[in-house]
């Protein structure tokens, strides 16, 4: 029912910057928050930022933060995660996620909240 397609992702040198997209659709985008994750081969899917569905709290990892900022544009039923001062060390298939809550106000910084993936884009940083 819920589809999540993201894109943006490519090749940057270190210290460079991408802006990822997901764009959401099959259920009601603004009622409910949206996350991003990381997954690096033969490693665990992890946190990276998440944003509720207000727009009003975001998280993030204390590994991206001060460097990742995410955003929503409800009128286009997007998310967006802007990546600035890329290290090698984010390198990762990056992927979005919709939480099932509607209205939700919990921290939304586990992969266990979430139950709608998209499919990935990937990122790789040069050193």
């Known amino acids: 029912q819920v589809q999540l397609v993201e894109s943006g992702g490519g090749l940057v040198q270190a210290g460079g910057s991408l802006r990822l997209s997901c764009a959401a659709s099959g259920r009601t985008f603004s009622r409910y928050g949206m996350g991003w994750f990381r997954q690096a081969p033969g490693k665990e899917r992890e946190f990276v930022a998440a944003?509720?569905?207000?727009?009003?709290?975001?998280y993030y990892a204390d590994s991206v933060k001060g460097r990742f900022t995410i955003s929503r544009d409800n009128a286009k039923n997007t998310v967006y995660l802007q990546m600035n001062s890329l290290k090698p060390e984010d390198t990762a298939i990056y992927y979005c996620?919709?939480?099932?809550?509607?209205?939700?106000?919990?921290?939304?910084?586990?992969?266990?909240?979430?139950?709608?993936w998209g499919q990935g884009t990937q990122v790789t940083v040069s050193s």
């Open positions: 944003i509720s569905w207000t727009g009003n709290r975001k």
């Open positions: 996620a919709q939480d099932p809550r509607p209205h939700y106000s919990g921290s939304l910084s586990t992969k266990e909240e979430y139950d709608y």
